[in-house]
T-cell receptor, first 112, second 114 residues
Framework: GDSVTQMEGPVTLSEEAFLTINCTYTATGYPSLFWYVQYPGEGLQLLLKATKADDKGSNKGFEATYRKETTSFHLEKGSVQVSDSAVYFCALRGTSGSRLTFGEGTQLTVNP | GAGVSQSPRYKVAKRGQDVALRCDPISGHVSLFWYQQALGQGPEFLTYFQNEAQLDKSGLPSDRFFAERPEGSVSTLKIQRTQQEDSAVYLC????????????FGPGTRLTVT
């Protein structure tokens, strides 16, 4: 079945540091890929998505590129802010087009 | 407009009690999903409705879990004879179309079974 693996956390960075959170997946066909963010006390919010190979999703300075050859969708940001502190989830939606399969999440803490 | 709402936000139940968790999706959204999120883990799919039809319940962990959406809007997730392993955050999400559209998540209900 479908699965998503994220890099182990937590991740602690200083403000303005470069961020990478690794995500790899296993799925049949061509899934859609997502990054969701969960701020403390809030619900999951879609951060960015990519629906086909080589697509780049971007939002709020975050980027991720759908790499079919490496089955990866790594999240990057060039300069993190304290307000980026949250839990980040990589997810896929398989070709059946309904349910989401999530990774285990990565806690990011950005210190001033 | 209003997002997905869930109630209660927090629920404490004694082992063996029945609980009912409510989800109000975004108005007009056809699809509704329930997920279970254990502490420190990612959400896991429980069940999916398209309007009032429950099209996929393969993620429900046992026959103690039951979900309904009788009028194609509000949904209720019921857990009978709760066990400690049921302690988790239960997330509801809704989506405008049948497939292939963004899922909007509610804030979740944190269930603690003592």
């Amino acid at each position: 079945g479908d699965s998503v693996t994220q890099m182990e956390g937590p991740v602690t960075l200083s403000e303005e540091a470069f961020l990478t959170i690794n995500c790899t997946y296993t799925a049949t066909g061509y899934p859609s890929l997502f990054w969701y963010v969960q701020y403390p006390g809030e619900g999951l919010q879609l951060l960015l998505k990519a629906t086909k190979a080589d697509d780049k999703g971007s939002n709020k300075g975050f980027e991720a590129t759908y790499r079919k050859e490496t089955t990866s969708f790594h999240l990057e940001k060039g300069s993190v802010q304290v307000s980026d502190s949250a839990v980040y989830f990589c997810a896929l939606r398989g070709t059946s087009g309904s349910r989401l399969t999530f990774g285990e999440g990565t806690q990011l803490t950005v210190n001033p | 407009g209003a997002g997905v709402s869930q109630s209660p936000r927090y629920k404490v139940a004694k082992r063996g009690q029945d609980v009912a968790l409510r989800c109000d999706p975004i108005s007009g959204h056809v699809s509704l999903f329930w997920y279970q999120q254990a502490l420190g883990q990612g959400p896991e799919f429980l069940t999916y409705f398209q309007n009032e039809a429950q099209l996929d319940k393969s993620g429900l962990p046992s026959d103690r879990f039951f979900a309904e959406r009788p009028e194609g809007s509000v949904s209720t997730l019921k857990i009978q004879r709760t066990q400690q392993e049921d302690s988790a955050v239960y997330l509801c999400a809704s989506s405008l179309a049948r497939t292939g559209r963004e899922q909007y998540f509610g804030p979740g209900t944190r269930l603690t079974v003592t």
